[in-house]
């Protein structure tokens, strides 16, 4: 069992930061895969971000790319998403997840993963 909490969320303006951070409970969490989803009111959810646990190789959703980051702190059982230049089009539920065994080609997929997170509302004003 994984229990994921998120936190940073807020209300930022157009081109700002936040930094959201996962923390898991669980003594085997460095065993799992974690992605970063959101969803907007409306949409489906959306794949933000992963690391793969086969390389520690990370990769994002076309719409970050190059403006979001992955971290990872194991020490703390917490992984962070920095998140820079931020567009009124990022807004949304911001969720952090959790899954054993996942293929690279699966990361994206939020059916891979079989833990989440209670979500952390991200509000980009124009």
């Known amino acids: 069992q994984v229990q994921l909490v998120e936190s940073g969320g807020g209300l930022v303006q157009a081109g700002g930061s936040l930094r959201l951070s996962c923390a898991a409970s669980g003594r085997t969490f460095s065993r799992y895969s974690i992605g970063w989803f959101r969803q907007a009111p409306g949409k489906d959810r959306e794949f933000v971000a992963s690391i793969a646990k086969s390389d520690g190789s990370s990769f994002y959703g076309d719409a970050v790319r190059g403006r979001f980051t992955f971290s990872t702190d194991n020490a703390k059982n917490t992984v962070y998403l920095q998140m820079n230049r931020l567009r009124p089009e990022d807004t949304g539920v911001y969720y952090c997840?959790?899954?054993?065994?996942?293929?690279?080609?699966?990361?994206?997929?939020?059916?891979?993963?079989?833990?989440w997170g209670q979500g952390t509302q991200v509000t980009v004003s124009s």
């Open positions: 997840a959790a899954g054993l065994f996942i293929g690279w080609g699966a990361l994206s997929r939020p059916t891979s993963y079989n833990y």
